[in-house]
């Protein structure tokens, strides 16, 4: 059973840069084919997608967030994270690490299949 968990600040300042860390236990963040990303929940609408490192290293962003995303990770702590920058009220949500199903093929993200449990970010002053 694969668990994540999502550690981070509630609360950010306009303009500051949001850092998030999620740890993962039963299952490696080096392990084919899997991605481990970061979604997030506006308050009353839709999940957006966000990014994510894959198996192998490579890092793949939404287009809408690519100038201000970071994913990384630490596989010596089978950890991975998320930077966001220049945060504004309307990044304020509930960010989620989820591991992404990767096409062994193609190399393609297709789905995701756990998911932590969400922290609430809130940008104000």
């Known amino acids: 059973q694969v668990q994540l968990q999502e550690s981070g600040p509630g609360l950010v300042k306009p303009s500051q840069t949001l850092s998030l860390t999620c740890s993962v236990s039963?299952?490696?963040?080096?392990?084919?084919?899997?991605?481990w990303g970061w979604i997030r929940q506006f308050p009353g609408k839709g999940v957006e997608w966000m990014g994510a490192?894959?198996?192998?290293?490579?890092?793949v962003y939404s287009p809408s967030l690519e100038s201000r995303t970071s994913i990384s990770r630490d596989t010596s702590k089978n950890q991975f994270s998320l930077q966001l920058t220049s945060m504004t009220p309307a990044d304020t949500a509930g960010y989620y690490c989820?591991?992404?199903?990767?096409?062994?093929?193609?190399?393609?993200?297709?789905?995701?299949?756990?998911w932590g449990k969400g922290t609430l970010v809130t940008v104000s002053s």
């Open positions: 490192i894959t198996y192998d290293g490579r890092t």
């Open positions: 989820v591991r992404d199903l990767v096409d062994s093929v193609f190399g393609r993200i297709y789905g995701l299949d756990y």
């Open positions: 039963g299952g490696s963040v080096a392990a084919k084919y899997y991605a």
